[in-house]
């Protein structure tokens, strides 16, 4: 396992607290969206389909951080838009830091060098890389050449400078698992902490809707990926998650697991489906027909196996019974090749 | 109705239409299609008004329906009630039209790399290369 014991630590007892106390619907990671501007127009992304003005707007410091002790979830995901792009991020991050909240901040890297020197080294930060493959694959994803050169020096710089660094790679129908395979080489070569990977999922507002995943070909995908796995590959992520994209395990979606925050105030249902905004973290709770989404559910859902639904759902798994915990541990030490 | 423009955006195009609603369920159905759309709308009021901005929220439960939308021309968002719209206009540009991956593959090598370009120059100009 590549994330620290502490990290591990402090989201086991915030899951158990939870469950002591009764809770039925917790959050573990908040996705901060602080803006929707972004340097890059990869066509998978719907996330920055707006209007100029909208791109223009950004959430406060002061916002940001009020969203996350509104939430309450232990880590915060902070993806965007290029977040590095936001004026007051580092200072964003200083104050989530400030309040023990595991950052993960999900940048292209493109701007990652220059911007290096705004930021401190922390357990609680963690720069997490997006990178979708190899020199060829990836500069085809993010729809411009040369970003894979720029994002792997951004990436040695940080590690020098002793940042965690991770990477997250989105994988789409034709991604070729050898291919994959040996980007994970590449990628323990570099030196990151470990690696997250998921299936894309089609954005309701995203430009192309015909090269994502269904159901069955990610589980056949990420099998082959994943089988026979090399023993020096880390992910930073639930190794039940791993499992359920191989087909070995099955799990409903855990929507409320990863709340989303944005301009818009709290997204409804979850990171990926717009059905509509709160202005409060307890009206999203609450006020939100959950039953409805899903697979199964809602047929905007079918295909989806995003870690965003899911591996709050895997994580449920690992502390909901003995039997869980005990799933965790023989999946892990299969994922270090025992 | 929404998803089927996700499956075909470049078949249905919203852009440039106009919906003058005759009855509240034919209201609902324009609200739901100026929520879900990439681009700018231009509410018309039934004071005469003409509101241009990003409608992102509506909510139609309840006694009194209602949409949010950021105005283009400034900052504080805009909460209108279904009542007040007379028409919804669809005047912005389809801010994903056109931009689909299989468009950028099939692309000439040398189009591409005038297209990368450009994208890169835009970013440039605000600071974000």
Redesign the interface.
Known sequence: MAVPVSQMYTVARYVLTQKLKGVERYPLVLMLEPLF?C???C??CGKI???D??LD?RLTPEQCWAAAEECGAPMVSIPGG?PL?HPEMAEIVRGLVARRKYVYLCTNA??LERKLDEYTPSKYLTFSIHMDGLRDEHD?AV???GVYDVAIRAIREALKRGFRVTTNTTLFDDANPERVRAFFDEMMTVGVEGMMISPGYSY????????FLKRKKTRELFARILSNRKRGWRFNQSPLFLEFLMGKRDYQCTPWGNPTYNI??WQKPCYLLQD??TRTFQELLSGTDWDRYGTGRN??CADCMVHCGYEASAVEDTFGSWSGFGRTVKATLLLNGH | M??DK??A?EHTPLEGRVFRPANEAELQEAVERA??Y???VTLELRSGEALE??L????SSGSSPCV?L?P?AN?AVRRVSYAEVAAIAFT??D???????????AKKASQ??AE?QE??EA?KA?G??
């Open positions: 501007r340097n890059l127009a066509a998978g389909q707006y209007p003005h909208v707007k290029e792009i493109i701007l085809l729809c411009r050449d309701q507002k995203a430009p192309d809707q015909q090269n818009f105030g509509g905004y047929e905007k | 929404t998803d996700y499956r955006p929520f879900d990439r681009g700018d901005g990003y992102f929220n509506r909510d949010l950021f283009k900052q912005g540009r801010t994903a039209s056109g931009k689909s991956w299989e468009a950028w593959v591409r790399r990368a994208a890169a970013a605000r974000h290369l």
